[in-house]
């Protein structure tokens, strides 16, 4: 079992970044595929970015590209979300995901993702 738990969520001004870390506990994070994925108000949860298990590719949503970066840390077991040039659009509760299956790799589908955090809210104020 993974554990899986979002922090640095906050309200922001249009233009500014935020760092989002997902903190992973259970086993080692180093060879799950993994992802964000977000959640606006009245909205589908949608696919952000994903890392591959190896950590070699990464893969984002055309509305992030350029402007968000997926990382991972293998010695701290976390994964992170680099947000910069944030837009009101953005707004939305971000969830970190993961998955042992390593042909999940990239994948944009949430069911591809056995386990899943707890959600971090991000404001951007306009």
């Known amino acids: 079992q993974v554990q899986l738990v979002e922090s640095g969520g906050g309200l922001v001004q249009a233009g500014g970044s935020l760092r989002l870390s997902c903190a992973a506990s259970?086993?080692?994070?180093?060879?799950?595929?993994s992802a964000w994925f977000r959640r606006a108000p009245g909205k589908e949860r949608e696919f952000v970015a994903a890392?591959?298990?190896?950590?070699?590719?990464?893969f984002y949503a055309d509305s992030v590209k350029g402007r968000f970066a997926i990382s991972r840390d293998n010695a701290k077991n976390t994964i992170y979300l680099q947000l910069n040039s944030l837009k009101p659009e953005d707004t939305a509760v971000y969830y970190c995901?993961?998955?042992?299956?390593?042909?999940?790799?990239?994948?944009?589908?949430?069911?591809?993702?056995?386990?899943w955090g707890q959600g971090t809210q991000v404001t951007v104020s306009s």
């Open positions: 890392l591959s298990w190896s950590g070699g590719s990464t």
């Open positions: 259970g086993r080692t994070f180093s060879n799950y595929a």
């Open positions: 995901a993961a998955s042992a299956l390593t042909f999940n790799s990239g994948s944009r589908s949430p069911r591809a993702y056995e386990y």
